[in-house]
């Protein structure tokens, strides 16, 4: 609109707020009357647009500190204050799947599967459930990865090794997968986010020995 007026501004909103008020004022432009009253008010329902996302941000705030469970969820990379306050809000009871792959499943965030000839095939991921709360899980995930040199953790090596390998776009589905199963874990445990921790496979079982049958005798451990 300003560029039917021979005003042409860069194309950022950064720049365009800071613009206005002087385009608004300047009374040697060739902006006629009615077009300036359109841009004022325009510009009037930014502001007001601008002060109602601040307050928004202030609730989800208050909100993340006054409840445990969203603070552990805040905790954890790639989840922030929005995606924290919509989890905790959205799914109370997080003990009603069994278990992060299913709560991650519930999600959408687990690949199909097709299997032909034997073979399993992973496909693109099912999209269920619901989308506000995959979608938060997913930005969430694209500031992890944009931000993953700057640490150090497990976590955020296995993330880099996975954007060499399969590019960052497929490196955020994971990484939201992968913080959904972190969520399920942290919820249900009622257990603070550990960056460093390092999951451990158990141990197979060993086989015990058939009744009757002679124990070998143990070896002496060399020095």
Request: aromatic share 6%; net charge positive.
């Amino acid at each position: 609109m300003l560029a039917e007026f021979g005003l042409v501004l860069g194309k950022s909103p950064q720049v365009l707020r800071l613009a206005l008020p002087d385009v608004l004022e300047d009374a040697g432009n060739e902006i006629d009357g009615t077009a300036r009253l359109a841009l004022q008010q325009a510009y009037e329902h930014w502001q007001g647009l601008d002060e109602r996302m601040k307050w928004c941000d202030q609730q989800i705030s208050a909100h993340v500190r006054s409840s445990d469970a969203a603070r552990r969820a805040w905790r954890i990379t790639g989840i922030g204050e929005l995606g924290a306050s919509a989890m905790t809000a959205s799914v109370v009871d997080f003990s009603q799947f069994k278990t992060g792959k299913q709560f991650g499943s519930w999600l959408g965030l687990v690949p199909r599967q097709d299997s032909t000839g034997g073979k399993a095939k992973l496909g693109r991921i099912t999209k269920r459930g619901d989308d506000y709360l995959r979608t938060l899980l997913i930005q969430g995930a694209k500031s992890a990865v944009m931000s993953v040199d700057k640490r150090d953790d497990p976590s955020s090596r296995w993330l880099k090794a996975l954007i060499q390998r399969v590019g960052w776009q497929k490196a955020c589905v994971a990484m939201a997968n992968k913080n959904a199963r972190i969520l399920w874990a942290v919820m249900t445990r009622e257990q603070g986010f550990d960056a460093q921790h390092v999951s451990a496979k158990p141990l197979a079982k060993q086989k015990q020995a058939k009744p009757g049958a002679m124990q070998a005798p143990a070896q002496t451990a060399a020095a």
